[in-house]
C-alpha cells in the first residue's frame, strides 16, 4: 500500500502549519527546513506554485498520493455541487479520515494501519481498504477481537475524545462505533485548506 512515509516534521515546517497534527519538534522551529531556513527570505511565489503548495499540502494532510488525489478530483468533479467543497467532502468520508476523527486512532497514520489490520469494521463487515468511501448512514465500529487493545482503549475511550466537534459525526463510546451522519459542510471542516486554488490548479 503506497503510501508517504518520510519526515513528517520537515514537511510540516515547509508548508508553515502542522498538518500531521499537534508536534512539538514542530511548535519549537516554525521555519523553513534546512541550514539557510531562518535566514532565507520568502520569495513571491507564482500563481502556479501557491496552487501547487496547496494541492501538495492537501495530499500529505490525508495521506494520498498523487495518483489517488487526481482520482478524488476527477470524482468531485462529476458531482453535484461546489467541486472544491465535494473534493474535502469526499477526502473527509475515506474510511481511515473517519477513523482518527472518531478518535479510535491519534493520527491519520495509526487510523490507516488499524484499518489495514482488519481491526475496523463498517456496517458489521471487516474492511482493509483505508480509502474505502462511506456513504451517510455507514456505522463504522472496532471489531469485536480488537476491542481490549490497548492502542485502542486508550485513545477511544478516553476523556479527550469529544466527536461532538465534528456535526457529521456520532460516537458511542459503549460500543465503540461511530455513524457517519451526513458529507461535511465546508465550515465544519477544520482543516486549514483553500480548495479553490486546487480547483485552479486542475482546471489549467
Given amino acids: 500500500m503506497a503510501r508517504y512515509t518520510g519526515p513528517t516534521t520537515k514537511k510540516s515546517r515547509s508548508f508553515g502549519e502542522s498538518i500531521f497534527g499537534y508536534d512539538k519538534y514542530f511548535e519549537r522551529r516554525k521555519y523553513p527546513p534546512g541550514q ?18 496547496e494541492k501538495q499540502k492537501a495530499k500529505y494532510t490525508y495521506g494520498v498520493l498523487e495518483r489517488q488525489f487526481r482520482r478524488t478530483f476527477h470524482n468531485a468533479t462529476r458531482r453535484h455541487g461546489v467541486t472544491g467543497e465535494v473534493l474535502l467532502q469526499l477526502l473527509e468520508a ?14 491519520r497514520r495509526g487510523a490507516r494501519q488499524l484499518v489495514g ?18 456513504k451517510p448512514g455507514d456505522i463504522v465500529a472496532v471489531r469485536s477481537k480488537s476491542k481490549n487493545m490497548e492502542v485502542v482503549s486508550m485513545h477511544a475511550g478516553s476523556k479527550t475524545n469529544d466527536v461532538r466537534k465534528f456535526g457529521w459525526l456520532e460516537w ?33
Fill in 36 to 53: 539557510h531556513g531562518q535566514s532565507k527570505k520568502r520569495k513571491t511565489k507564482s500563481d502556479y506554485s501557491t496552487q501547487l503548495s
Fill in 94 to 107: 475515506r474510511l481511515d479520515n473517519t477513523v482518527f476523527r472518531l478518535g479510535i486512532s491519534p493520527t
Fill in 117 to 134: 489490520h482488519r481491526h475496523i469494521t463498517v456496517n458489521g463487515k471487516v474492511v482493509n481498504i483505508p480509502s474505502y468511501s462511506l
Fill in 172 to 204: 458511542n463510546p459503549d460500543k465503540m462505533q461511530g455513524t457517519f451522519l451526513a458529507y461535511p459542510q465546508r465550515d465544519q471542516i477544520p482543516e486549514k485548506i483553500n480548495e479553490q486554488l486546487i480547483v485552479e490548479l486542475y482546471s489549467k
